[in-house]
């Protein structure tokens, strides 16, 4: 996710406005972070239930005791369906945070733009401080 330019300050910007930006852009960040990270586990976590079902079947089918699996394989992909949902949740939430950031950015840069254009704000110059 692109991370989000901070306005700099001068007297006549919006400092609450200013504030919050400054609060929710690395929430916003650290929180997209942590969304992908889980979503990672996830899918390790799936793939590793496909292969321990996977397993289960080949066992049961090979085993010469008639011992049977099946109720652990149902238990196993149901565990999976659930899994599944929980990251189609999470992948849902990301996408509105990357929205959220998209949405931050976009208005940080209407704001500045209009400070800009009412002769309130001037940027500094990288040689000025």
């Known amino acids: 996710?692109?991370?989000?330019?901070?306005?700099?300050s001068s007297a006549g910007s919006d400092?609450?406005?200013?504030?919050?930006?400054?609060l929710l852009t690395p929430a916003v960040q650290q929180l997209d972070v942590h969304v992908h990270s889980v979503r990672e586990s996830q899918v390790e976590l799936r793939e590793h239930i496909d292969n321990l079902a996977t397993e289960l079947i080949r066992i049961n089918e090979h085993q010469k005791v008639v011992l049977d699996?099946?109720?652990y394989v149902k238990k196993l992909l149901n565990a999976r369906r659930r899994v599944v949902l929980v990251n189609n949740i999470l992948q849902n939430a990301q996408e509105r945070l990357r929205r959220l950031n998209h949405n931050v950015a976009k208005e940080t840069a209407r704001r500045k733009t209009m400070l800009e254009a009412s002769g309130v704000f001037t940027p500094r110059s990288p040689s000025r401080p």
């Open 1 to 8: 996710m692109a991370a989000v330019g901070v306005v700099e």
């Open 15 to 22: 400092p609450v406005g200013e504030g919050l930006l400054e």
């Open 69 to 71: 699996l099946d109720p």
